[in-house]
């Protein structure tokens, strides 16, 4: 039956409506163009500078500065004065110069307090460079004695504020629920004593003041203040002394409790090192050294035969013989052993043998169950039970033994978890005797116990936890010592699920690779599903001999899919594409610093920076330096899209304008680095070292080894933080709002913060 005239019209209208809206939408984007030609001003002519009386009246300062005559270096900086006060008279612009050369004069003095008192002056006065007075900003404040003040105003801050922080917060939360709050309030109070405790006697900021004190009574042993300065480091070196001795002492505490006597006693020496004559390090080397040398008698036991031993050596020697004949039968001769004299001085040698070649054989649960009779035997009655003790125990060598108590200490961990959440595995070291701790942490464990429901419903999407890891690694151990073994099916099927589970396409693709049960369309899509992960993996990598080798592997593999062909596409684009460096400057970049994006840096057209695609526009990746006098541009496509992925454009550059470039570019980087601290100088050898052969006008080197190869991108501060960067406030704490769902309690306070750690606060801890 077909259609009436009408409601096929009627159709045909509604059909074209549709497809006209469609395109009007696609066309709200301005269409793209690739601009033709260079994207560089080619016209850019940059004269000899012709030096004036200003550049000559620099160099002399300069030339004075070099030879250290002081007095020379001032009368040339005061005809530099001059100058700038001519030119501002005339109405014309300074030369800038004043100040730089007035900072070079104060240089030279000797002292460094001087330079510092002198560059203090300097800053005062308002006409400054920016970027200049961030750099004798960084002068200015290289005080030792300013930077001793700062760290102990930091570390006053941070005793108030824990103390503070441990009042407010349990009474802010308590708002709704008040009933809780002196049970809160009593909590806190009771951490905020154990973590007083437990803290080190110096604290990291006044072990940072006690090296700045050091430093200036190096310089200045004379000084004022060096008599006051002396007393104070000898009382912050005494609480130094005290804080190594504790952290050698629990150290060692902790590698006894962990079976390794020596490493103990190396800390308890250290320890006493320290304090000497110290009581608990000299227990804690008194039980080392006992354990140590218990160990050295086994061992020696273990090597050395009894002249007084009444074995005949006749009993054990078809055994010995079979051990060492290729075609021995150790079996038989064991069982012959035992069967003689079962509980015989010989008896241990021959079960822990019989065991040996029981597990040869494939008999692996006969095997540990031997060598486990033999490790609950008494050491001091034989040698071999220690040796059976050391197999049985040790999980890399029983792997199902590990791989089945690792998996139930995962049921008992998530079982746990949903009871207790974060204090499923005990409670923290807070550095407290042992049963201290556990009484300090049982109040938060039971209160934790509250969000238990909501722990038992997210539990189906929780990660696993470490036990469960635990046992993959020891399933695979297992695996490979076994692949037939008697667990073998069992272990396999647990760990394909484990890594089904957690998203690891790859190793359940290896795994039911190896089940013989396994159709051929579960392993095709288990196939696809790895492929495509290590492609994503492949993608990920930064290094380019990494990226490749990923590449290699996926391509060879899964040639017959499609990741596969996408891999072997992806090695002939790296191949070909390969540069000796990729260092990239964004379009943001680009925006924010028009000095280097302008005729005195790189030079680009200005209409590709305009915002408007119809004309031709970078793309949001800018463009690159690829070594040599080689530049890459990425420009927007077609689809006036910056989303898409950009159309590349490569170009030969002069040595005189690649110089010019990465001058401009570090200059402004290092510029931009002193005038906001969300921008600092990221260290780079491998582009500086780039950038300075290019500075020379010097070849790049041949030397395509990711190690030698620059990799590096200079984004813009919008694109690092977004639209607006997240400020401290000027207000010393917060104002915290906080919620539970497990008791639907909902509180508010303030919270003091910590002042920030500075940058080298690792060197003291």
Partial sequence: MTDSHPDRALRLTLTATVLAAMMSLAGCRTPG???????????????LIVPDIADETAAEVAAAALISNHEQAQLAFERMQSIDSVLAASDELPTGLSSVAHDLVNAMHEDAREYREATRRLLEQ??????????????????????????MRDSYQIRFGRAFNAVAEPIGKSISNINMAPYRLARALVDYAAAVYAADPLPLQERQALAHWKDYLDHYPNAEEAPELRQRVKEFESEWLETQRRRYVRAGDRALSRGQPRLALVYATRALDYVPED????ELRSRAAILVE?????RLRSVSADPDSDVAPAAGAPLARALLLPGGDVAAEAEALLARDPDGPLADEATFALATVRGEAGYEDEMWDLYGKLAKRDPEDGNMGRHAGALYGNPEENAYRAFVTARRRNVLDNSLWVLVGPYYRGVPDR?????????FGASQAVESIMGSPMRLIQMPWMKSLPAASRAAHYGHRYLERFPDGEHSTEVREWIEGFEKKRGNHVGAYRIAEQRSNATIEELDEYRKEAAEQALESAFRAERRDVRLSTLRAVNQEFADTKAGREAGMAIRRELRDATPHHVRISRGFLL??????GPNGIGIRPELLDGDASNGELHRDGMALLGGNDVEFYYVGRSGNDKQPPQVERETVSSERLARIVSALEEEYYKNSLLD????????????AFFERARLGLPTADDRRPVASANFTYEGLRERYGMVRSRDSILPFDIVIKGSLSDLSLGAYPRIREPRKTPDAFLYK
């Fill in 677 to 688: 601290a969300d921008d600092p100088v990221q260290a780079d050898s491998r582009r500086e």
């Fill in 294 to 298: 218990q160990q050295r008698l086994n």
């Fill in 33 to 47: 163009a690739v601009p033709h030609g260079s994207a560089l001003q080619r016209d850019i002519e940059h004269a």
């Fill in 279 to 282: 009581r608990k390090a000299d």
């Fill in 431 to 439: 550095n407290l005797p042992k049963y201290i701790g556990w009484a």
């Fill in 592 to 597: 924010e610093n028009p000095m280097v994006a």
């Fill in 126 to 151: 308002d006409e400054l460079d920016p970027a200049l007075r961030g750099r004798l900003d960084l002068v200015a404040e290289d005080d030792p004695l300013l930077l001793a003040r700062r760290r």
